[in-house]
Every structure is written in C-alpha cells, then in structure tokens.
C-alpha cells in the first residue's frame, strides 16, 4: 500500500487512487450471508478476507506461518475488501462519511499477543483513505482459526450520507 500522499481536502476516492489503489470487487458471499447491510446511516459488513483477485492472499497462523509484518499488510487488504463492500450498499466511496468501528480477528499461534499491532494495518488503510474520518473505535481479537486458513479477517462499520430520495 504505497502511493504519494494525497492533499488533506482530497475526496476518499482521490486519496485511494493517489494511493495507488482501487476498490476491488466485492466477492460472492460463502454462505447463506451478504457482504454489506445497511441500516438507517450506518453500513455493517460481514467479515472480510484478504483477498486479492478473489484469491486468499496468504495462509496461516499469525507468529508462526505468517510473519507480524505481512500480517498487518493483510489486515490492510481485507480492511480494503471491507471498504468496497460497504461502497456497493452505501452507492459508492464517497458517499462513506466515516469509520466507527472496525473488528479484526487475528489468527493466532499459541503465545502470540501482538494482535492490535497486526489490525493496525486495516486502521491505517482507512485513515489513509477516509481522512480524519477513518478514525475509528477498534477491537483486535486472537483467534485459533479463520475462514479457509486466513491470518486475518476485518469487519467494518461506517456511517453513510442518507439515500437521496
């Protein structure tokens, strides 16, 4: 996730393409789910993986198979795969007004604690995207697996600009 840094008025979509990034397509949802779900001004996303073109992106228990340091990339990743799903039901980027909460589960080898340091990644994503609107609540779990052996998983919950009527 490299890119110049975009001017402090820039729109999200701005700061994602000065990023040099794009939001990728939302996958199909591996069960009886939806990617995204919206209620009132707020847009709750199921959890995401880091998945780049509809391929998980790595494998593994976080401190034993995947090293901190990719792993906070990798929460990056997926918190970007949240973002677009949360575009799709919110009618696009720039309709997101800001990050409340994010979630990220770590999957992680026994002994290994550094789980915020790994879901920094996905705050940091945001922050770089939305502004002084990516700030957000946050929880950073451990957990002992994740959907088809990911390292991470990030859910998402934004505020959205009301639906023109």
Do not use: C, W
Not at 46 to 71: C, H, S
């Amino acid at each position: 996730m490299s890119g110049v840094a975009p001017a402090s008025g820039a729109t999200a979509l701005e700061r994602l393409r000065a990023l040099g990034l794009t939001l990728p397509a939302v996958p199909s949802p591996a069960g009886s789910y939806v990617p995204a779900v919206r209620t009132g001004h707020l847009v709750f996303t199921a959890g995401q993986l880091p998945l780049v073109d509809g391929e998980l992106a790595a494998t593994g228990l976080v401190g034993l198979d995947v090293p901190p340091e990719r792993a906070r990339e990798l929460a990056a990743t997926a918190a970007l795969n949240a973002l677009a799903a949360a575009a799709q039901v919110a009618g696009g980027l720039d309709r997101i007004l800001r990050a409340v909460k994010v979630v990220g589960y770590v999957a992680s080898a026994p002994g290994f604690t550094a789980q915020p340091g790994v879901v920094d990644g996905a705050s940091e994503l945001l922050g770089r995207v939305l502004g002084d609107a990516g700030r957000h609540a946050r929880s950073a779990v451990g957990v002992a697996s994740l959907p088809k052996g990911a390292p991470v998983e990030v859910e998402l919950i934004v505020a959205v600009q009301p639906r023109d009527e």
